[in-house]
DNA sequence: TCGAACATGTAAAAGGTTACATGATTAC
DNA sequence: GTAATCATGTAACCTTTTACATGTTCGA
């Protein structure tokens, strides 16, 4: 499912700007889907040629022009067959990971700093989970947060569960042909 | 880190040919990274030009032949600075939790449909994983293994655990003005 | 006064996927 | 005989990122 696809969604939620819109990516859907700027735009002004979303420009007293966007019954349809249609998966890209699978070529201290980065990283990932309200959100919505937390804690736990043993066999394999 | 990099990597565990490395890819990388042979073999293709690998053609009697990639001096240099510059992160694109995420446009049987598709995802993927042996790794592969099935198991058993309870609010929710 | 937040947009480049084109061998 | 596996590659397209360009307001 590509970006236009998925504003059609957002703005089913509500009427919103390209701001909003990022904002959102940010937030409630920063676990599990990213955008920036340079395709958010543009993808909302192709989705107005096609007609499945309309804007109005609203003008604040202080802040700058607002273009707010609206889905159209039109757009509504593209979105709910897009959503229907498409099979469910997953895919994933971790340096993390890949770092992990070549940890042979890093020295004790590199590997030691890069699991220490991820496991932070995953830790403030979860506190702004976690910090969320349960309540105004949609049963939908809330799972994709719990899913999020609890998928998030899995990764975090082992880390913390593991890092010694790795460390340790990876002092083990060390021969000094690598690193310093 | 880019898919050109990625394969200077995979060279130094192994001479590989444009195959192989996909291979790589649908097996032990399976469950963070993804590469086509429409990127695999351009991709060895420049690494050659700029002399970060080398290859030599290999003739099997019945089998075509193969371009088999060795890694050089350089593509080693160049993959270890990229290992250790890069900063540990992972990205998720989760068509599945942008299904979840809109949950109130699906009707209550796609909503289970997609759930369980997730689930047996997840569990042949887990299968996979839990079929690799333990001993022919390297500390850092086994992690990376391991990860993968704690990360598995956790989203799957959220699935699992959090099924009748959404597609029950979910019932709630539905109020006839979506679907049918 | 200085940085963060609000707000919109473009252009070039990078990076990758999909589909196509080809063909032998092996296992069922 | 037919599907799967082995094996390489190209071309067109799609999507997205990065970097640039601009300007206001608010809070510290």
Redesign the pocket.
């Known amino acids: 499912m590509?970006?236009?696809t998925l504003c059609l969604g957002l703005l089913e939620m509500q009427d919103a700007?390209?701001?909003?819109i990022?904002?959102m990516f940010e937030q409630s859907l920063n676990h599990f889907h990213?955008?920036?700027?340079?395709?958010i735009?543009?993808?909302?002004?192709q989705l107005e040629q096609e007609g499945l979303v309309t804007s109005r420009i609203e003008s604040?007293d202080?802040?700058?022009?607002?273009?707010?966007f609206s889905l159209t019954g039109a757009g509504l349809d593209d979105f709910t067959d897009a959503l229907v249609e498409a099979e469910p998966a997953e895919s994933i890209k971790s340096e993390f990971l890949v770092q992990m699978f070549f940890a042979h070529l890093l020295n004790s201290h590199e590997l030691a700093q890069k699991l220490e980065h991820m496991e932070s990283l995953y830790t403030r990932k979860l506190d702004y989970l976690e910090s969320l309200p349960d309540d105004d959100f949609s049963a939908g919505v809330r799972f994709t947060v719990e899913f999020g937390i609890a998928s998030i804690r899995a990764k975090r736990s082992f880390i913390r569960n593991n890092r010694a043993r790795l460390l340790a066999e990876h002092r083990e394999q060390e021969t000094g042909t690598v690193g310093e």
């Open positions: 590509n970006l236009k700007t390209g701001y909003d990022k904002q990213a955008a920036s700027y340079g395709s735009y543009p993808a909302l002004k604040g202080k802040h700058p022009d607002k273009r707010l």
